[in-house]
């Protein structure tokens, strides 16, 4: 058997997702050198710290804070020290130097992926993210490779675990928001400060990534309207339950054609209500799931942990024997393509149907004054419900109205919540939240 040769591996972080990628590099090197056609050596690990405590006992002269030197002997470099700075600089020095990259850091690209894109080209080395999207889920490779021969029309995704655990846990047990995040962060599903989780940031960075891949066309985070959990109230939980929907906080990238005739994609994150029948609306907990339509291929679905150490060293640990191999093999790196120029369309472009929840009063003719308003402005209503409420105190009634309407531009409904705000038998609008899926 010919003697295999050795890759030198870089690795920058050793947190909770870099800490296992050692763990396995080490303990299942021959495995790997097998897959790789090549050893695959670890030389160095830098951190901030070396002597932090870390969740798997490593060797420790491999620790340096000497980032810098350690890519520049690189064949092969992880990033997994995460944020912006020194990530890019590293990983814009690791692709000058011919080093392939392998990366989760979904907020860098989000911000500045198609810099760093264009210097893998220009390169001619591999950049590959898997574990920026969805942890363990192999889905971009998917997208960028299975799918290759077909056309995506629409993605949907749940890609934040900790907004999903919190909607499951209001949705499951009742709770408000607050509680379910409290307790998100007891069980470490949410960070001390969950802003980029709750407000959907993080979704929307995996959105632009998912929206690039599979409409062949770079989108950035200004093209993602973005709108987070916060606002989503256990009463909405409840009625949407109640009229046989769950929302989940969803990414997501459809192709679409608005009103004034001009094509594009749409790429949001924004709560959304789907049938309890819909294969998304059964991923509870902290789980990731990705449902794909493509005209030919149809409907597909990729669920799976969407964070965790040793999950997304799952994923980080496919891109690294892929690079390996496409090193030992030869030829040229393999890029996404980004020929489509489909241009993204602004949230007004959307048409999608609506839920919406009124709080009114209770007297004759509201019901028929609410619908007339409706349909003066085009907007058709699919479902009315109307519950009753007897103030103790002061015994006045009022109703809950709960409307979901057919299919209406993101205008149209503008308009109509606008007019309904402006009847005397309107008290409030508890909430407007968008429905896909039916
Ligand atoms: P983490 O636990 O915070 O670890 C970060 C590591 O990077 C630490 O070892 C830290 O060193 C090192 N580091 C940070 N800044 C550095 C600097 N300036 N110089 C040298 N070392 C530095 O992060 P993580 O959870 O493993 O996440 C890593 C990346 O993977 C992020 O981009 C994240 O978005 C992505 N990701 C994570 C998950 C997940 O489940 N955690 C899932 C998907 C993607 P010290 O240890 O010395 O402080």
Same mark, same amino acid.
């Given at each position: ?34 897959r ?28 340096t804070t000497?980032?810098d ?45 198609p ?14 993210y ?7 889920i192999?889905i ?5 490779? $299975?799918l ?16 999903n ?13 607050e509680d379910?995040?409290?307790?998100a962060?007891r ?9 980029a ?11 632009t990534?998912? @929206?690039?891949?599979?409409? =062949? ?15 989503? $109230? ?15 906080l ?6 679409l054609?608005?009103?004034?005739? $001009?094509?594009?994609v $749409? ?5 959304t ?5 819909h ?5 509870h907990?902290?789980?990731?799931a990705v ?5 030919? @291929?149809?409907e ?15 994923a980080?640990l496919g ?26 369309l602004?949230?007004? @472009?959307?048409?999608?149907?609506y ?13 028929a004054?609410?619908?007339?308003l409706?349909?003066? =402005? ?10 009753? =409420?007897?103030d ?6 009022s109703a809950?109205l709960?409307?979901?309407t =057919?299919?209406?531009?993101?205008? @149209? ?10 009847l ?15």
């Open positions: 058997m010919t003697e295999l040769r050795t890759l030198k591996v870089a690795l920058l972080g050793c947190g909770n997702v870099g800490a296992q990628v050692a763990r396995i590099l080490i303990d299942d090197a021959e495995a790997l050198a097998a790789a056609g090549a050893r695959l050596e670890l030389t160095g690990i830098a951190v901030r710290t070396i002597d932090a405590p870390r969740d798997v006992e490593l060797p420790r002269e491999l620790f000497d980032a030197t350690l890519v520049k002997d690189a064949d092969l470099v992880i990033e997994l020290m995460g944020g912006i700075e020194p990530a890019r600089t590293l990983i814009l020095a690791a692709i000058q130097n011919g080093a392939s990259v392998v990366t989760g850091n979904k907020a860098l690209l989000a911000q500045d992926g810099t760093l894109y264009a210097a893998a080209d220009k390169a001619g080395v591999q950049l590959s898997e574990a920026a999207v969805a942890g363990a192999p971009l490779r998917p997208i960028r490779d $299975s290759s021969g077909d056309r995506i029309t629409r993605v949907l995704g749940i890609v934040n675990g900790t907004t655990f919190i909607l499951d846990q209001m949705d499951t047990t009742g709770a408000q928001f379910a995040l409290a307790e962060q069980l470490g599903y949410a960070e001390a400060d969950p802003t989780d709750v407000g959907g940031l993080d979704a929307a960075a995996k959105a990534i998912l @929206a690039s891949l599979s409409f =062949h066309t770079r989108f950035d985070l200004e093209n993602v309207h973005c709108e987070g959990i916060t606002g989503v $109230s256990a009463a909405d939980i409840a009625a949407a339950k109640d009229a046989g929907f769950v929302i989940k969803l990414a997501i990238a459809e192709k054609t608005a009103a004034d005739g $001009s094509e594009g $749409s790429v949001r994150v924004h709560p209500l789907l049938p309890r029948e294969p998304l609306a059964a991923v907990g902290a789980f990731n449902f794909i339509e493509a005209e030919n @291929a149809g597909l679905m990729f669920y799976g942990q969407g964070a965790g150490g040793t999950p997304t060293a799952s980080v891109d690294l024997v892929s690079a390996a191999r496409r090193i030992v093999l030869g030829g040229p790196a393999q890029t996404e393509t980004t020929n489509g120029q489909v241009p993204a602004p949230i007004d @472009a959307v048409n999608t149907s839920y919406i929840g009124l709080d009114v009063a209770d007297q004759p003719g509201v019901l004054k609410i619908a007339q409706f349909a003066e =402005h085009g907007v058709s209503i699919e479902i009315m419900r109307q519950t009753i =409420h007897r103790a105190d002061s015994n006045v009634e809950e709960r409307i979901v =057919h299919r209406a531009t993101e205008a @149209a409904l503008a308009a109509t919540v606008r007019a309904v705000k402006g005397d038998v309107i008290n409030s609008v508890t909430s407007v939240l968008r429905v896909e899926g039916v």
